[in-house]
Nanobody, 116 residues
Framework: QVQLVESGGGLVQAGGSLRLSCAAS????????MGWYRQAPGKQRELVAR???????NYADSVKGRFTISRDNAKNTVYLEMNSLKAEDTAVYYC??????????WGQGTQVTVSS
């Protein structure tokens, strides 16, 4: 059974940094894409960043230059380095993974709160 376990959320002051991690396990199928969405109260879930198995990346315009996504394919783990955090980055961050054959799975979410 596929599981995505996230860690690294928390409370940080504006201008600070956090690093999120997400480890996928439970299948031998290839993980084609891993990434992060976020959802703030009263808002729709939005893509933050994603990375393919080949290393291609996409970022939301609002985080370009501040957030960096990386992954360890051997460990099926994705990271999100978040710098220069702003109050508007406050949200629940959800990791996701797209597996070959199996489809998409989600993590349970981790809260990131940026105090201004």
């Amino acid at each position: 059974q596929v599981q995505l376990v996230e860690s690294g959320g928390g409370l940080v002051q504006a201008g600070g940094s956090l690093r999120l991690s997400c480890a996928a396990s439970g299948s031998t199928f290839s993980v084609l894409t891993m990434g992060w969405y976020r959802q703030a109260p009263g808002k729709q879930r939005e893509l933050v960043a994603r990375m393919t198995i080949g290393g291609d990346t996409n970022y939301a315009d609002s985080v370009k230059g501040r957030f960096t996504i990386s992954r360890d394919n051997a460990k099926n783990t994705v990271y999100l380095e978040m710098n220069s955090l702003k109050a508007e980055d406050t949200a629940v961050y959800y990791c996701y993974a797209v597996y070959s054959v199996l489809g998409q799975y989600w993590g349970q979410g981790t809260q990131v709160t940026v105090s201004s």
